[in-house]
C-alpha cells in the first residue's frame, strides 16, 4: 500500500521568513512522481512543484525547493522569502498508479 | 484553454436521497479522477476513469459510483446519502491514466451538505 504522511497540521511564518514543510512516504514503486499542491482558501488545488524519484536533483520552482531524500522516504517543501499569498493549505502527494494524498499542513504567512 | 468545471458548485441534500456530481474535464484529457475532501480525513481517492472504463477504485462502499462518457466528461453519484458524506468533492483530469509525471488539474469542487 501506498502512504504519505504530513506530521504538521499547521505551520506559520512570517513574511519573508523562509519555512520548511515536512513529507514522509512509502511505496513498493520504483517508479513514481511526488508533488506538492496547494490549495488557498478558494479551494482550486494548484500545483506547486513535482519531483522525478529517478532523479536526485532536487526540484526548484523560484521560490520553492524540495529535499528529496529517496532512501528515507523524505520529500520536504521549502518556501523562501514567504508571501501572504502563500498563505493556503499544502499537500504532499505520490504519483505511482494513483494520486495518494498526505493530511495536508495549513500555513499562515504573518505580516 | 478552459480549466476543469465541476458542477454544481454547492448541493444540499437529505438524508437517504440520492445525488449526482458532474465534471468536465480540460480538452483533450481523457482521464478523470474523483476525491473526497473532509476535514478529519483529509483528500481520499474515490476512483478514476480513463476512455470510459474505471481503471482504479479507493476504498468506498458500493453507495458511490461513477462512470465517464465518450466525451470524457463523467459523472459521480451517491445513493443513500449518510450525513458523514458531507463533504468538498474534487475532480482531477489529467492526459493519462497512471502516467506518473502527469500533472492533475483539479476542478473547484461541489460542496455536498447532507442534512
Known amino acids: 500500500a501506498q502512504t504519505v504522511t504530513q506530521s504538521q497540521p499547521e505551520m506559520s511564518v512570517q513574511e519573508a521568513e523562509t519555512v520548511t514543510l515536512s513529507c514522509t512516504y512509502d511505496t513498493s514503486e520504483n517508479n513514481y512522481y511526488l508533488f506538492w499542491y496547494k490549495q488557498p482558501p478558494s479551494r482550486q488545488m494548484i500545483l506547486v512543484i513535482r519531483?522525478?524519484?529517478?532523479?536526485?536533483q532536487n526540484a526548484t520552482e523560484n521560490r520553492f525547493s524540495v529535499n528529496f531524500q529517496k532512501a528515507a522516504k523524505s520529500f520536504s517543501l521549502k518556501i523562501s522569502d514567504s508571501q501572504l499569498g502563500d498563505t493556503a493549505m499544502y499537500f504532499c502527494a505520490l504519483q505511482g498508479g494513483k494520486l495518494i494524498f498526505g493530511q495536508g499542513t495549513e500555513l499562515s504567512v504573518k505580516p | 484553454k478552459a480549466g476543469v468545471t465541476q458542477t454544481p458548485r454547492y448541493l444540499i441534500k437529505t438524508r437517504g436521497q440520492q445525488v449526482t456530481l458532474s465534471c468536465s474535464p480540460i480538452?483533450?484529457?481523457?482521464?478523470v479522477s474523483w476525491y473526497q475532501q473532509t476535514p478529519g480525513q483529509g483528500l481520499q481517492f474515490l476512483f478514476e476513469?480513463?476512455?470510459?472504463?474505471?481503471?482504479n477504485k479507493g476504498n468506498f462502499p458500493g453507495r458511490f459510483s461513477g462512470r465517464q462518457f465518450s466525451n470524457s466528461r463523467s459523472e459521480m453519484n451517491v445513493s443513500t446519502l449518510e450525513l458523514g458524506d458531507s463533504a468538498l468533492y474534487l475532480c482531477a483530469s489529467s492526459l493519462d491514466v497512471g502516467a506518473r509525471n502527469t500533472e492533475a488539474f483539479f476542478g473547484q469542487g461541489t460542496r455536498l451538505t447532507v442534512v
Open positions: 519531483q522525478e524519484a529517478y532523479k536526485q
Open positions: 476513469y480513463f476512455s470510459e472504463t474505471q481503471r
Open positions: 480538452s483533450g484529457h481523457r482521464s
